[in-house]
């Protein structure tokens, strides 16, 4: 799996603009909106597989979908402590 810092440069490549999911978590670290994250990189990534975009990013996405979908998992499994 890929780092937080690896992660939070794929996003920061890829973010929609200054409000999105994607670049709260690029800019600061914060998995506050990790849900949205998860679901705007989703987007990126079916846009890829229809052909819109650069297919040779999908391996970064995926890496980075996958490092979203485990920081959610684990923040989820938190608060249940709690």
């Not at 999105?20 to 597989?49: C, H, N, Q």
């Not at 040779?56 to 995926?62: F, H, I, K, N, Q």
């Amino acid at each position: 799996m890929i780092t937080e810092s690896e992660a939070r440069a794929i996003a920061a490549d890829w973010h929609g603009g200054q409000w999105s999911p994607l670049y709260s978590f690029a800019s600061s670290g914060s998995l506050a909106k990790v849900a949205g994250a998860i679901g705007e990189t989703e987007g990126i990534v079916r846009d890829i597989e229809r052909g819109i975009g650069e297919e040779s990013e999908a391996p970064r996405l995926v890496a980075l979908l996958e490092y979203l979908k485990a920081a959610f998992g684990e923040a989820m499994e938190a608060s249940e402590d709690y």
